[in-house]
């Protein structure tokens, strides 16, 4: 870290430098003007140290050091002592650096919000002023840990012999995912390149030129509607294998995982479960499941239609959850449950509840349609203790499961049970080709076109699309899908009934995907592959909710980057060139 400027950073140095002459440079943290000394706390990326301006032995450095503010960049030459008063709580807490000599590099604006891990900036201010919120020590964490994430997964890759290739950002649009970002063409007029939403196609493409282990820490957009895990670009760790089964990739991706997380958290995290997608939604209503608590669904359709209640009698599915311990929830508690299942994300009609009270009788919502035994019947069908809350919720068998899965996952935050440094991890295996979009009155690939119906199912891709199941995968870890990939079709003709399945028809798919289709007919060998989330797996290993807090320059809610002011107007020049024109 010796450069010309400095002899050491401000985290280096110790008791054994006591007596060294240092020269350091860095920003002004805070100054302490205690009359005859002045303290500064002197930050760079590395640490704080302390620097002693003494009076006695030098009245006018002590003058001049008192006239700068926070945030001025300084050098000094110095002295190490040892400190009398020692801070356990620093790395360099045993030593200060008595000052000799004092150089303003730079002065500084008082900046808009103190740069400290506790500030007062909100999170709008701090966006705008992104640089200096990335002086502060808690995001500058976030970013080193990111970047040793990233270090890590290329010496792993690059050992399993995995080569990591580099695809073009300006790509062509491709229906079927989520919204483009386009770029206008200035050579070629009314014509748009995309950006990738993944590099899927291109890393097909590059296993039919025998590029059998290929890799990407890559940048993705999708003009998505925002949320607080999602921004516009992000960036993936993008994998792809020739000559693999689901095992091979489950198997590969598995070790990367579990030694990202021995070398970056020391945790064992062992074999990973497994949990096909129909049994995911059956016992937790979602594709990404958290268990990192039990409260599994047990269905009360057996027990509950008995021909006394309408509502449930005509429900396709009754399902309820033993929440442990929260029999003695109050009546404005499960008000605030009834509102919150009935919200418009949620969607259920209502909710039901059986409170097991702790001396063994039942106190239920719905105790003047059945018997005490039946009330009974019904909490032990839910695998209720004594002390524990039934939840019910009816309806539509799959609406009704995705609704009691929210509820399920609001009981867990509320009994603090889902703590996220306790990580626990799953594959999702399974999941179904095509799902059925109401709206659109057509299937929809569940993950992307290219993935392969399961062989025992390719049959039924004709006369049952939706009974098909997919060689595809997702890897989740508490509660959140952290990376998902499939084994591709390889073959023209099967990716050709899998666009018709589609609704493609034979001259659409040649005009958008005629380039892949193509390539399959030069000698395409069986591949497979998964893509993770890389700011996302950055941010659950940071125990944090946002990617936002693991990327240095992020985008608002709103898709702004309010410190570049972009997106932003263009010149009419710059229009014209493009022969753009708009309409204002
Ligand atoms: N390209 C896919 C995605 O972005 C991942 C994959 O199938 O490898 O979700």
Not at 443 to 454: L, R
Request: proline share 5%.
């Amino acid at each position: 870290m010796k450069t010309a400027y400095r002899t050491h950073t401000n985290g280096a140095l110790r008791l054994t430098d006591v007596g060294a002459a240092v020269t350091l440079c860095g920003w002004i943290q805070r100054s302490r003007d205690l009359g005859g000394m002045t303290f500064v706390d002197l930050r760079d990326r590395y640490g704080i140290t302390q620097l002693v301006f003494n009076m006695e032995t030098d009245a006018a450095l002590c003058g001049r050091i008192r006239e700068l503010g926070r945030e001025c960049v300084i050098q000094v030459d110095g002295k190490v002592l040892e400190r009398s008063n020692k801070n356990p709580k620093l790395p360099t807490g045993d030593i200060e650096v008595e000052v000799t000599r004092l150089e303003v590099l730079n002065r500084s604006k008082t900046p808009p919000f103190t740069i400290e891990d506790n500030t007062d900036g909100g999170d709008e201010l701090r966006m705008k002023y992104r640089y200096l919120d990335l002086r502060r020590a808690c995001v500058r964490a976030n970013m080193e840990m990111r970047h040793r994430l990233g270090i890590e997964i290329r010496n792993y890759m690059n050992t399993l012999g995995f080569m990591e290739v580099e695809t073009p950002f300006l790509v062509k649009s491709t229906p079927e995912g989520a919204r483009d970002f386009v770029v206008p063409s200035r050579m070629n007029e009314g014509e748009f390149y995309a950006l990738p939403q993944s590099p899927q196609t291109l890393k097909q493409l590059l296993m039919v030129s025998g590029f059998d282990r290929y890799f990407q820490l890559v940048r993705c957009f999708r003009d998505e509607d925002l949320r607080a895990d999602r921004q516009p670009e992000f960036t993936q760790l993008d994998c792809e294998m020739s000559f693999v089964t689901q095992e091979d990739v489950l198997s590969t991706f598995e070790g990367l995982i579990a030694h990202l997380f021995k070398k970056e958290k020391g945790i064992d995290i062992g074999p990973l479960p497994r949990m096909t997608w129909k049994e995911a939604m059956e016992n937790y209503g979602s594709d990404k499941p958290d268990i990192r608590f039990d409260m599994r669904f047990k269905p009360l359709n057996a027990v509950l239609k008995q021909g006394v209640f309408g509502v449930l009698d005509q429900a396709e599915w009754i399902g309820a959850i033993a929440v442990p311990g929260a029999a003695e929830y109050t009546r404005k508690q499960l008000d605030e449950l009834t509102d919150f299942v009935k919200r418009p994300q949620v969607g259920a009609s209502g909710l039901m509840y059986i409170k097991c009270l702790p001396d063994g009788t039942f106190k239920s919502s719905i105790d003047k349609y059945y018997t005490p035994e039946q009330i009974q019947a019904a909490a032990a069908a839910a695998e209720a203790k004594a002390g524990d809350l039934v939840l019910i919720l009816c309806g539509a068998t799959r609406k009704t499961q995705v609704a009691l899965g929210q509820l399920r996952l609001e009981m867990g935050s509320r009994l603090g049970l889902r703590d996220p440094q306790n990580y626990k991890l799953l594959w999702v295996v399974d999941f179904p080709l095509l799902e059925w979009d109401e709206e659109a009155q057509r299937f929809f690939a569940m993950h992307h076109p290219f993935t392969s119906p399961k062989p025992e199912d390719e049959a039924l891709l004709e006369s049952d699309p939706g009974a098909v199941r997919a060689n595809a995968y997702d890897m989740v870890i508490n509660g959140v899908e952290v990376g998902g990939g499939s084994i591709r079709i390889h073959d023209r003709d099967l990716q050709n009934r899998m666009f018709r399945a589609l609704g493609f028809s034979d001259e659409e798919a040649q005009l958008q995907f005629g380039f892949l289709m193509g390539a399959f007919e030069y000698g395409a060998p069986p591949h497979g592959g998964i893509a993770f989330g890389f700011d996302r797996l950055c941010s659950l290993f940071g125990g944090a909710e946002s990617i936002r807090d693991f990327i240095a320059f992020p985008k608002n809610n709103a898709g702004r980057d309010t410190m570049l002011d972009a997106p932003s107007t263009i010149a009419q020049a710059q229009l014209d060139e493009l022969k753009i024109k708009t309409v204002k």
